[in-house]
């Protein structure tokens, strides 16, 4: 059996009882660390914190693991009880979708045991859930490279009036392209985008393609460590959040579209 298993949030306690027995039935433990982190992150003192209270040992599946040798996973389900380790809830990426059809396929069974995520704890801000829009994903712009595909999922939910999920990027082991042209890797530093850098993407994106979907007067909501003791949630223009210090990531953004009287009430809280 294959068990892919939400961790919620926030830190090791937040596994459902469910998803904690299921861990310490299995012989093999891997945990997902590059589509989320917990509030934790990769220390390897909170690795640690994790280990002691499953009471398994703990494997740390990077992208590359995740990517090009996840077989390697899936075949030892064939044989064992195996749990897969996802921060937020499994589906929450399609990463791990992607891993189930690759398990059925081989004739493996799959348990999902599911957890809070991002896509249903943002409510925390007030805004309901069901006036959202298609939630997009902004990547950290380099030099050679400024994709805005995402701009245009942001018109069509301005123009139904609807709100806009920004998930940040991250970059946790990811390859140098001098050392892929090398042929030998070379790793970047870990790396967690801020709303305040999303912001200042997102304008320069407007300015160049001028559709009006937002400005710097749009109001917004930046949201840092969502489901962890210290989470911050602070709410004003765009231009007004570009100043904010959210401090440690993990960050996502908001775009408000047209609110109800109760998610004004709510958005008053947390209002600059």
Known sequence: MLYIVGLGLGDERDITVRGLDAVRSCS????????????????????????????KEITVADREMVEERVDQVLLEAADADVAFLVVGDPFGATTHTDLVVRAKKMGVQVKVIHNASVMNAIGVC???????????????????????????????????????????????????????????????PPRFMTVNTAISQLL??????????????TLCIGVARLGSDDQKIVAGSMEKLLDVDFGPPLHCLIIVGETHPLEEEMLEFYKM
């Not at 701009?151 to 920004?166: A, E, F, P, R």
């Not at 160049?208 to 400005?215: H, I, K, L, N």
């Open 28 to 55: 093999k433990i891997y945990m997902e660390a590059y589509t989320s982190l917990l509030s934790l992150g990769l220390d390897p003192a909170a690795l640690a914190n994790l280990e002691k209270l499953y009471g």
């Open 126 to 188: 007030g805004l309901q859930l069901y006036r959202y829009g298609e939630t997009i994903s902004i990547p950290f712009f380099t030099e050679e490279w400024r994709p805005d595909s995402f701009y245009k999922k942001i018109v069509n939910n301005s123009q139904l009036g609807l709100h806009t999920l920004c998930l940040l990027d991250i970059r946790v082991k990811e390859p140098t392209w001098e050392s892929l042209a090398r042929g030998k890797k070379v790793y970047e």
């Open 204 to 217: 320069e994106v407007e300015e160049e393609r001028g559709e009006s979907a937002y400005g710097k007067d």
